[in-house]
């Protein structure tokens, strides 16, 4: 099993939050994205994804004038199914799925920013595996 902390963003448009002024991006408190309408995604293969909440919950907000809306939250996810066949050698990918709860795909799709091999980026020094001996 593995635990993976990840900062999982979401941007789209919603051109009902369009505004003028001097304001370049408005910045959301947790009270307020409870009234702005979020997609519901969840990830479809893991067994126990949780919403950090240390002081408040880790969300960010952010609304830019065209209507485009950025949304971070910091989750725990788990769940790997590895096959340790050639062990220690073994070879994993842990492939993490997520898609819509309520609605389908005619009506919510997702797209990756920069492309699926570039759009998750896992440094070197925050990814390891215990060793044994």
Not at 61 to 74: S, V
Request: positive net charge.
């Amino acid at each position: 099993e593995y635990t993976m902390d990840v900062f999982f963003r979401q941007t789209w448009v919603d051109k009902r939050l369009k505004y003028d002024g001097p304001i370049e991006i408005l910045r959301l408190n947790n009270l307020m994205v409870s009234k702005v309408w979020t997609p519901d995604t969840f990830f479809r293969n893991g067994k126990k994804s949780v919403a950090h909440n240390m002081t408040a919950p880790n969300k960010l907000f952010r609304i830019m004038r065209n209507g485009t809306i950025l949304y971070t939250m910091r989750y725990l996810i788990a769940e790997c199914p590895m096959r340790l066949v050639d062990f220690p050698m073994d070879g994993h990918a842990c492939p993490l799925k997520f898609g819509s709860y309520a609605y389908p795909k005619s009506e919510m799709i997702y797209t990756w920013t920069k492309g699926p091999e570039k759009s998750v980026e896992v440094p070197e020094e925050s990814s390891s595996l215990v060793q044994y001996d």
